[in-house]
C-alpha cells in the first residue's frame, strides 16, 4: 500500500497538489476552473478544481452527492483535508472503483476550494 502524507495541507498550494494527485488516482474526472485577474499570496493561478466520480455518461444524473470546500475560507483547510482523505480511500480500492465507475446515473462531485478571495 502506497505511504501518503497527511490529509491536511498549510498552503493552497499543497491542498491543491494533494487533491489533483488524488483525484487522478481514483480516475476522477477533473474540472479546473482558473480565477481571472487573481493570484495567491505566492503569484500563483488560483483555481476551483472539481472531481467527478461515477457515471460520466449522463448529463443529468438522478443522483449526486455534493461536497465542496473553502466555501466561507475560514474552514478551506479541513473540507480540503476531508475531500483528500476520501478520494485516497476510493483510490485504495478497485473494487469501489469499478462500483463508482458503473454507478448508472450517479455522481460524487467534489468542488476544491471555493473562495480563494484574500
Same mark, same amino acid.
Given at each position: 500500500?502506497? =505511504?501518503?502524507p497527511?490529509?491536511f =495541507?498549510? =498552503? ?22 482558473? &480565477? ?21 455518461g ?28 476520501f &478520494?485516497?480511500?476510493?483510490s ?7 462500483? &463508482? ?6 455522481k460524487?462531485?467534489l468542488?476544491?476550494?471555493?473562495? &480563494?478571495?484574500p
Amino acid at each position: 500500500m502506497a =505511504s501518503y502524507p497527511p490529509p491536511f =495541507s498549510s =498552503s493552497y498550494r499543497a491542498a491543491r497538489t494533494k487533491f489533483l494527485d488524488v483525484a487522478r488516482e481514483a480516475h476522477a474526472k477533473i474540472i479546473s476552473l482558473e &480565477l481571472e485577474g487573481v493570484r495567491g499570496p505566492d503569484g500563483e493561478v488560483l483555481t476551483i478544481d472539481i472531481a467527478i466520480l461515477g457515471d460520466h455518461g449522463t448529463k443529468d444524473p438522478a443522483n449526486v452527492f455534493l461536497h465542496s470546500s473553502g466555501v466561507h475560507g475560514a474552514e478551506g483547510f479541513a473540507g480540503s483535508a476531508i475531500q483528500i482523505d476520501f &478520494l485516497r480511500r476510493v483510490s485504495r480500492d478497485q473494487a469501489l472503483v469499478k462500483s &463508482l465507475a458503473a454507478a448508472k446515473g450517479t455522481k460524487i462531485v467534489l468542488v476544491h476550494a471555493v473562495n &480563494l478571495a484574500p
